[in-house]
Structure formats: structure tokens, C-alpha cells
């Protein structure tokens, strides 16, 4: 569903679309372009991944990613890695600051193994037809940068997924440092604490680069 047109400081958005619970979108952005993702209610996540639009071997590497920046978390300032070790995105405003690179997306597989149900709406089902216009199978998708998800490392090295911070209205912006071609879907597991246990919309608006 499309959003009202609105203006802000970063100009007119050429996309601005709200995505309805379990939702999914692709598209492209050229470098310079800013990707503002909102949580319109509160608690719920978006799972992001992206490709280097003119050769779509390189790719997000959450690994390369966490290696670099030496943390799980991802933190504004930071870029996003592909798995040639360049800057595809960064995240240049959060107003959350909790944010997941480790949790991976939910698919049909894991759902079965955590909750003993088939055929469950999932996050890489989400990518793989945002992407399918690009011609990007499930095989090329990695797995994802997740937006407002909150994995807490434990001192042991156990992990859990808890409920998410972020609050009604929040948002980040990630920048494009190359021409991409993204994903996103608005995470549709409400069988754990993952997304508050409440699907909830979000916003994703494009917004032009800034003037310099």
C-alpha cells in the first residue's frame, strides 16, 4: 500500500509505501539514495539484504560485516559489507539502536524445527519474491541484516531472541555506497517474542542524495 506523498528534510520520497504485516518489497537504489525504514507501531522487524546491482555475485555478508566492525550489532556509522569486503550500505541515523546481524531470516525449515508447523509465511519465502523480478533465486539470497530485531548474547555464548526495543515512530537510514538492488520483508514470525507477538506495519521510503 502506498503511503501519502510527503516531504521532509531529505526532499520528496520516491518510494514511500507502507508494508502490510508479512509483507515483502524489492527495488533498486543508485548510490547517494537513503532508505528510511520506520516501525509504525512498534517491535517489529525487517529483514534486509542486498546486491551489488551491476554484478549480483557480490552481495550482503552479515559475516564480513560483523567481522570488521568486531561486533554482532550493528551501530549507526557502520556499513554494511558485501562478500567482497565493500560498502554497500550505511547506516547513517537510528533512533533505535538495536538492531540484529547474527539471528539469520526465519524460513520453512527452522519453523518446523521450533514450533512443529509446515507451510509457515517466512522471511526467506518474503525475499525470494521481493527478488524474483531481479531474477535472484533463493540459492543467490544471503541471509539478512535485521532491522529492530534484538538477539541477546549471553556471557556463556548462548543466544536468544527477545522482544525488540524500538518503539512506535522509530526508524533508521541507510545510505547506498553503490548502486544496489535491495529486499526487505516485514517479518511475518509471531510465534516467539520476535516481533512483540503482534505483526505490525512498517514504512520504507527512498529519498534522494544529499546535496553536498
Do not use: W
Not at 554494511?80 to 525449515?109: K, Q
Not at 512443529?116 to 519465502?125: A, D, I, S, V
Not at 526508524?171 to 509471531?190: T, Y
Amino acid at each position: 500500500m502506498d503511503a501519502p506523498a510527503k516531504t521532509s528534510a531529505r526532499g520528496v520520497a520516491r518510494i514511500d509505501q507502507i508494508l502490510a504485516p508479512r509483507a515483502y518489497i524489492g527495488f533498486e537504489m543508485s548510490t547517494g539514495e537513503v532508505l528510511r525504514i520506520t516501525d509504525v507501531e512498534g517491535q517489529q522487524v525487517a529483514d534486509l539484504v542486498c546486491f551489488n546491482r551491476d554484478k549480483t555475485s557480490e552481495k550482503l555478508s552479515v559475516h564480513v560485516t560483523m567481522m570488521d566492525q568486531g561486533s554482532i550489532y550493528m551501530k549507526k556509522g557502520k556499513s554494511l559489507l558485501s562478500n567482497d569486503c565493500n560498502s554497500l550500505m550505511t547506516l547513517i541515523e537510528d533512533t533505535c539502536g538495536v538492531h540484529d546481524l547474527l539471528a539469520g531470516s526465519c524460513n520453512e525449515g527452522a519453523n518446523f524445527k521450533r514450533y512443529g508447523l509446515r507451510h509457515t509465511p517466512n522471511c526467506r519465502c518474503n525475499l525470494e519474491a521481493a527478488l524474483r523480478p531481479y531474477a535472484l533465486p533463493m540459492k543467490e539470497i544471503p541471509y539478512s541484516f535485521n532491522v529492530f530485531m534484538n538477539v541477546d548474547l549471553q556471557a556463556d555464548g548462548s543466544i536468544r531472541t527477545t522482544t525488540p526495543t524500538s518503539r512506535a515512530g522509530d526508524f533508521v537510514e541507510l545510505r547506498a555506497d553503490m548502486d544496489l538492488i535491495v529486499g526487505i520483508s516485514n517479518c511475518p514470525s509471531d510465534q516467539g517474542p520476535c516481533n512483540g507477538y503482534k505483526l505490525t506495519p512498517l514504512r520504507v521510503e527512498i529519498f534522494p542524495p544529499e546535496q553536498v
